[in-house]
């Protein structure tokens, strides 16, 4: 699979921003998909994940009634919408794919992750 993070950008607190990641191979459905983000000098940290059918999702804390996450396999596409936006989202977000345990949450962890995009930026302004 590849992926490919698009739709990052500036926008102040409180806004919104739409992510984008187009995979392509033929994984992609059957695959569970997440997006972690990286602030600078932070490590990597799961922001959100979706199962297979889109059926099941995960989110950390942090970003629980802010953020959520989609998938058209159709499309072979995965979004991510953010809003009301801090300062403190402000990284470089990054889609990634778990092609095994079939397509369902194995954890947070991004070594679960077999493939990942190129990540994008978000900055978050006060």
């Known amino acids: 699979v590849q992926l490919q993070a698009s739709g990052g950008g500036l926008v102040q607190a409180g806004g919104s921003l739409r992510l984008s990641c187009a995979a392509s191979g033929r994984t992609f459905s059957s695959s569970f998909m997440g997006w972690f983000r990286q602030a600078s000098g932070k490590e990597r940290e799961f922001v959100l994940g979706i199962s297979w059918s889109g059926g099941r999702v995960y989110y950390a804390d942090s970003v629980k009634g802010r953020f959520t996450i989609s998938r058209d396999n159709a499309k072979n596409a995965v979004y991510l919408q953010m809003n009301s936006l801090k300062p403190e989202d402000t990284a470089v977000y990054y889609c990634?794919?778990?092609?095994?345990?079939?397509?369902?949450?194995?954890?947070?962890?991004?070594?679960?992750?077999?493939?990942w995009g190129q990540g994008t930026l978000v900055t978050v302004s006060s």
């Open positions: 990634a794919a778990d092609p095994t345990y079939g397509g369902n949450y194995r954890g947070p962890d991004a070594r679960f992750y077999d493939y």
